[in-house]
């Protein structure tokens, strides 16, 4: 299984980014999917995440900013991103927790995509 995350780039302070993370491989299902991040010099923090029903929660720094969504025939979880700040720069993971015929259940990591949001 392999998660592939795209769409992160340069963008100023207010502006909006779209991600997307694509899993492809032997899958039964994915349950969870989810965006973390690690800016310089912190620990990895989960951004947002989203079940296979479509329950999503949200870290309190991005409520009301990002909305995390999921195409499930697909495999493909997106993270709208309005209203950037500085502060939100970092590394984005994409996560997913997934069911392999061959391997069960097992969690993935994306590549990262970096953002960067200037002030």
């Known amino acids: 299984v392999q998660l592939q995350a795209s769409g992160g780039g340069l963008v100023q302070a207010g502006g909006s980014l779209r991600l997307s993370c694509a899993a492809s491989?032997?899958?039964?299902?994915?349950?969870?999917m989810a965006w973390y991040r690690q800016a310089p010099g912190k620990q990895r923090e989960l951004v947002a995440a989203?079940?296979?029903?479509?329950?999503?929660n949200y870290a309190d720094s991005v409520k009301g900013r990002f909305t995390i969504s999921r195409d499930n025939a697909k495999n493909t979880v997106y993270l709208q991103m309005n209203s950037l700040k500085p502060e939100d720069t970092a590394v984005y993971y994409c996560?997913?927790?997934?069911?392999?015929?061959?391997?069960?259940?097992?969690?993935?990591w994306g590549q990262g995509t970096l953002v960067t949001v200037s002030s």
């Open positions: 996560n997913a927790h997934v069911i392999s015929p061959v391997r069960g259940p097992d969690d993935y």
């Open positions: 491989g032997s899958i039964f299902s994915i349950n969870y």
């Open positions: 989203i079940t296979s029903g479509g329950s999503t």
